[in-house]
């Protein structure tokens, strides 16, 4: 069974930092690309990172690209989102989340698996 276990969430002000942690089980971790995602009433699920199954590629849109940092750790089945400068329009619900299928490139045939999520309030 699939558990994903995101921590991490916090209130910070705008400009601050926060590191994001979601530790795996229950599947070949090492095998499958992951991905962050966020939701917000206002905008819905929106995906903010994404990496390959050995760390590379990675892979972010504009809206977060050289702000947020996303890292995997296969050895202990944990990933990691590095969230810096943040902004207001940050604040969200942020999800872990697996990829559809293994070995695959990220992102390339969607996810279906996330946790419960760990929540981000950035405001001043």
């Known amino acids: 069974q699939v558990q994903l276990l995101e921590s991490g969430g916090d209130w910070v002000q705008p400009g601050g930092s926060l590191t994001l942690s979601c530790s795996a089980s229950?599947?070949?971790?090492?095998?499958?690309?992951m991905s962050w995602v966020r939701q917000t009433p206002e905008k819905g699920l929106e995906w903010v990172a994404r990496i390959g199954r050995t760390g590379e590629p990675t892979i972010y849109p504009d809206a977060v690209e050289g702000r947020f940092t996303i890292s995997r750790d296969n050895a202990n089945s944990t990933l990691t989102l590095q969230l810096d400068s943040l902004k207001t329009e940050d604040t969200a619900i942020y999800y872990c989340a697996k990829d559809r299928h293994p070995f695959k490139e990220p992102g390339a045939f969607g996810v279906d698996s996330w946790g419960k999520g760990t929540p981000v309030t950035v405001s001043s």
């Open positions: 229950g599947f070949s971790f090492p095998n499958y690309a």
